[in-house]
């Protein structure tokens, strides 16, 4: 069982808040990553980190920012919630080691933005 | 154009039944593949990774097929139980780049009655 959680689990917001959602993992992870996933949809990377202080963004456009000032913790923020941005957040963190690594994710925060 | 293609979308069958979910993928360079289980309202968790010299794979009941000739590979659940509902995703990474990037597939959604 991976060590990665993911807080709030189900968030409803309305228009305009400003939110952000926690991941953190307990098992070293240099590279953590969030994913974006719709209903019967694939999973798209919209940020990245190899580690402490760095962060990138993924193949998905995203109006949301990231940080990662410790390798355990990297939380995602949306200045301001749209309904566009309702959607499931997954978190994800892997060894850096070697690309047949797994990734490890967290449960997801489902965003509801009213 | 670098893709995972499954089939099929969705899928039912009967508790104790065998059943074989498809992907299809034209990710090149190939690093490995994995197969991902999702039940609903959670983070996929991995159930096998194979190689380019890796032809099959079993965790379990689950046993994973590839022929990197053809860029196939094959999900086999074998006596099927209620718990073995949930999305099994498909995902290819290329070994073009250092991040080892994840190509991943819309899911096969199984569903087992009893």
């Known amino acids: 069982e991976a060590d990665i959680y993911q807080t709030p689990r189900y968030l409803v917001i309305g228009t305009g808040k400003k939110i952000t959602l926690e991941c953190s993992q307990t098992m070293g992870h240099d590279k953590m990553y969030w994913y974006q996933q719709d209903p019967g949809m694939e999973l798209h990377l919209i940020h990245y980190?190899?580690?402490?202080?760095?962060?990138e963004k993924g193949d998905l456009s995203s109006e949301s920012t990231v940080s990662r000032i410790r390798t355990e913790h990297f939380p995602l923020t949306l200045e301001s919630a749209r309904p566009s941005h309702t959607s499931q957040y997954l978190c994800?963190?892997?060894?850096?080691?070697?690309?047949?690594?797994?990734?490890?994710f967290g449960p997801g925060t489902r965003l509801t933005v009213l | 154009k670098n893709q995972v293609e499954q089939s099929p979308q969705s899928l039912i069958i009967l508790e104790g039944k065998n059943c074989t979910l498809q992907c299809n993928y034209t990710v090149s360079p190939f690093s490995n593949l994995r197969w991902y289980k999702q039940d609903t309202g959670r983070g996929p968790v991995s159930l096998t990774i194979?190689?380019?010299?890796?032809n099959t794979k079993s965790n379990g009941r689950y046993t994973a097929t590839l022929d990197a000739d053809t860029k196939q590979s094959s999900l086999h659940i074998t006596a099927s139980q209620l718990s073995d509902s949930a999305s099994y995703i498909c995902v290819v990474s290329d070994r073009g780049s250092t991040l080892g990037r994840l190509y991943f597939g819309r899911g096969t959604q199984l569903t087992v009655w009893p």
């Open positions: 994800a963190s892997q060894v850096a080691s070697g690309g047949t690594d797994t990734q490890y």
């Open positions: 194979m190689t380019f010299s890796e």
């Open positions: 980190s190899y580690g402490v202080n760095s962060t």
